[in-house]
């Protein structure tokens, strides 16, 4: 499930997945975003779920909630650069929000549709998050915002937020694209 789809769906009072699924993001509007210098100043986050634990098969998890998308990885499997997962786990990559609202809407979206999943990863002794990656352009400073209603559901399925500044380039001024 990407971004647009949840966020429509939040946006609707929509709460079942079939209702999540059948917006895509090409009925979204895109972000309005401030300008800067004749520019678009753009706001894009990526989302990616994580749950892991000592001496648990993931797949017990996913066999009774099932996460379209789940990735399954065992402790000792290549993880980032050289590193080695030091649990067994899965991911879920919820896709980019475009806004703030658009990130809440599909945070929002996955845990509570998830809720009793992140629960048994909790009772199992493991440990759930939700890693947000924010791109930051050069000199234009980002905010990732997360309403009290956001956090209190986080808190309840007992998932720990991340967020990271990943720096991005900028876009081509518009004189430069023009000319592309």
């Known amino acids: 499930m990407r971004a647009g789809g949840s966020l429509r769906a939040a946006q609707q009072g929509l709460g079942s997945a079939e209702a999540l699924v059948k917006v895509g993001p090409s009925q979204l509007k895109p972000s309005v975003g401030r300008t800067r210098g004749g520019r678009r100043v753009k706001w894009e986050a990526i989302v990616v779920m994580h749950a892991a634990a000592e001496g648990v098969e993931p797949e017990k998890w996913l066999a009774k909630r099932p996460v379209e998308g789940a990735t399954v990885y065992r402790k000792g499997d290549p993880a980032v650069g050289t590193r080695k997962h030091t649990l067994s786990g899965f991911k879920v990559d919820l896709g980019s929000a475009k806004s703030k609202e658009e990130l809440e809407a599909l945070l929002l979206g996955h845990i509570r549709q998830h809720a009793d999943?992140?629960?048994e990863v909790a009772k199992?002794?493991?440990?759930?998050s939700a890693g947000i990656g924010l791109m930051v352009p050069p000199m234009e400073p980002r905010t990732a915002r997360l309403t009290?209603?956001?956090?209190?559901?986080?808190?309840?399925?007992?998932?720990?937020?991340?967020?990271?500044?990943?720096?991005?380039?900028?876009?081509?001024?518009?004189?430069?694209?023009?000319?592309?």
Not at 153 to 174: F, I, Q
């Open 148 to 180: 009290p209603t956001a956090l209190s559901a986080l808190a309840e399925a007992n998932v720990t937020v991340y967020v990271t500044g990943y720096p991005c380039m900028d876009d081509a001024e518009p004189e430069e694209a023009a000319q592309q």
């Open 124 to 128: 199992d002794g493991g440990h759930a």
């Open 117 to 119: 999943l992140y629960a």
